[in-house]
């Protein structure tokens, strides 16, 4: 054995030194116009992850929570769908939105589904927002060393009969929120949901009462962010979860 | 002849007798007979559990919470029969119930928790071959009354050995057990409040012990349903009951 390693604190020195510049790139994905070859990496190793872009936005209002998200899947300049939802429900008072690559939103989404299913069988009751926002935690930090391509906004009835919004990264590192959004049109649609809503910096968080003035305004920004960002469009799907349940419509918007 | 002779069916734990009976966990269930005795109480206002504790030597100091431990903030367990077996049990359920914790946000239900024992009180045996971990070779000779508050509102449960558990409003177990049963079955009501409830576990407890009751060899726990949290009572407090008791 090599007496420098003994001690087996530098058993990984030799992969350390040896390794190529920087790693952010293996999992990233660069613009499209830098992107030569996905399976097939420039530096020869293979990068499993596909952004297929899209947004979401989610905002809590006093007994309801509204979700609005676009229905457009992407993978570099093509469009692979135009009718793609992005929104999953988990139980009557609660349902996923995810933006990022759509095998592992789908992957994620039913493995939570099953989740529930099983909290359901094993406890005899339906799992509380509260609880799904610490499982999906755990179950995307579970993923820490090959994490799901998925940014997810957690959206449901709590306890108290409030709407709540829990954001996501993609390692699992979750916080309570008022409003969110992600996906593709995220840096587009944080700005106006800033100065539309009551959010982190305030002390007294007033939420939304009226439901169809925060759905016009869940659409302006889905639309919105669709003129700008070529990712974004084809249809907003809105999604309201309040005391009744869950109803779903969609609209067409720009499809280029 | 010796087919029909109980004595060959108790060897091993996972064999049936002949009229279907598996003798380990009968005996198992005996063992508790030997413990002290523990009580439990459920009122709408919360639960009470209390055990006698034996001092068989007065140079014996005291010891503190043996047999009446809390599993979570919420819930507390008193236990009779072998107490090292009920130590594994609660270690068990204890770490069952931060793992609900950690998992899901929430304190786990008692009734899960009870399940959670049980669950492990059944598996005893031989175990299987290649299998890393054994299980316990017999059944554990200790049953558990299991109370706490959760979103049902206040709850008790005893485990048995052979990993049945049933809930009740009153339960005793212990060598006098059956007494007490038969004691409180007279004085319980539907409503009464928690000091009711605590001068009654108090007032059997009295009853089938057989040394003098004093306020270093009784112990008593509470959870009430508006806070959810276990709280032991002092000695001062006990002492206090114990002066109305009858």
């Known amino acids: ?256 | 002849m010796w087919m029909g002779s109980k004595e060959h069916y108790d060897r091993g734990v996972n064999t049936f007798s002949p009229e279907g009976r598996i003798y380990q966990i009968e005996y198992a269930i005996e063992a508790i007979k030997f413990g002290s005795t523990a009580i439990g109480i459920r009122t709408n206002e919360g639960v009470v559990l209390g055990v006698e504790k034996k001092l068989p030597s007065k140079l014996m100091e005291p010891a503190k919470s043996e047999k009446l431990v809390e599993i979570d903030r919420h819930c507390g367990c008193a236990m009779s029969g072998i107490v090292g077996d009920a130590r594994i049990l609660v270690d068990h359920a204890r770490v069952e119930a931060q793992n609900h914790r950690f998992n899901y946000a929430e304190a786990m239900s008692i009734e899960q928790i009870t399940e959670a024992v049980s669950d492990l009180a059944i598996n005893f045996g031989e175990g299987y071959e290649g299998t890393k971990r054994k299980p316990m070779a017999r059944p554990y000779g200790v049953a558990l009354l299991i109370a706490g508050v959760d979103d049902n509102g206040p709850q008790l449960y005893q485990t048995d050995p052979s990993g049945t558990f049933l809930q009740w409003q009153a339960r005793a177990i212990g060598s006098g057990g059956d007494t007490a049963m038969t004691y409180i079955k007279e004085s319980y009501h539907s409503n009464m409040t928690l000091a009711e409830a605590e001068k009654l576990v108090m007032q059997t407890l009295k009853s089938v012990m057989e040394e003098k009751i004093q306020s270093d060899n009784v112990e008593i726990s509470i959870v009430r349903t508006d806070t959810k949290r276990l709280e032991t009572r002092t000695q001062e407090y006990v002492n206090n009951i114990i002066s109305t008791l009858a």
């Open chain 1, 1 to 256: 054995m090599d007496l420098e390693n003994y001690t087996n604190v530098n058993i990984f020195k030799k992969v350390y030194e040896k390794r190529e510049v920087s790693s952010i790139h293996n999992v990233v994905e660069q613009p499209h116009h830098l992107l030569k070859d996905n399976t097939q990496h420039a530096k020869g190793g293979f990068n499993p992850y596909v952004n297929n872009q899209g947004t979401t936005v989610a905002i809590a209002g006093k007994d309801f929570v509204l979700v609005a998200a676009d229905t457009r899947i992407s993978q570099g300049f093509n469009i692979l769908s135009r009718d793609y939802s992005r929104t999953t429900k988990l139980t009557d008072q609660c349902v996923i939105t995810s933006g990022g690559m759509v095998a592992d939103i789908e992957t994620l989404h039913k493995l939570l589904i099953a989740k529930v299913k099983t909290y359901q069988r094993q406890f005899k009751k339906t799992p509380t927002v509260e609880s799904l926002a610490q499982l999906l935690g755990n179950t995307l930090y579970g993923r820490r060393f090959m994490p799901y391509y998925a940014f997810n906004l957690l959206c449901g009835i709590d306890q108290n009969g409030q709407g709540s919004v829990y954001g996501y990264d993609a390692i699992g590192s979750w916080d309570k929120l008022t409003y969110g959004v992600q996906g593709s049109g995220s840096e587009l649609g944080a700005p106006i949901l800033d100065n539309q809503f009551v959010g982190h910096n305030y002390l007294v968080k007033t939420l939304p009462d009226d439901v169809s003035v925060v759905e016009d305004t869940g659409k302006d920004i889905i639309n919105s962010i669709a003129e700008r960002d070529i990712y974004t469009g084809d249809q907003v799907e809105i999604v309201i979860v309040d005391k009744n349940g869950i109803r779903v419509k969609r609209e067409p918007i720009r499809r280029d």
